[in-house]
Nanobody, 124 residues
Framework: QVQLVESGGGLVQAGGSLRLSCAAS????????MGWFRQAPGKEREFVAS????????YYADSVKGRFTISRDNAKNTVYLQMVSLKPEDTAVYYC?????????????????WGQGTQVTVSS
């Protein structure tokens, strides 16, 4: 069992930056590939980024590539999402998730555990 708790969301102006954190419980954090997803009001949840168990591989949605960076610290059981050059269309609830996989995972149904989400609001 893995419990995930996100933090770091908030209100920011367009062009600003935020760093989201996701703290995981348990001693097997390094056994999971991690991902970030987001869901805007009235829209389906969408993939944002994923990182492999070792942190050696990452993958991004085209909409955030070059602006968002996913990273992990296995010693701290934490995954991060650094977001820069934020746009109003990035406004959403952001969720972190854990998948029992060696490599990056982009499909939501392949994730086993989910956090409760943190709100990110980007004003224009």
């Amino acid at each position: 069992q893995v419990q995930l708790v996100e933090s770091g969301g908030g209100l920011v102006q367009a062009g600003g930056s935020l760093r989201l954190s996701c703290a995981a419980s348990g001693r097997t954090f390094s056994s999971y590939a991690m991902g970030w997803f987001r869901q805007a009001p009235g829209k389906e949840r969408e993939f944002v980024a994923s990182i492999s168990r070792s942190g050696g591989s990452t993958y991004y949605a085209d909409s955030v590539k070059g602006r968002f960076t996913i990273s992990r610290d296995n010693a701290k059981n934490t995954v991060y999402l650094q977001m820069v050059s934020l746009k109003p269309e990035d406004t959403a609830v952001y969720y972190c998730a854990a998948a029992g996989s060696l490599i990056v995972v982009v499909t939501a149904r392949q994730y086993d555990y989910w956090g409760q989400g943190t709100q990110v609001t980007v004003s224009s």
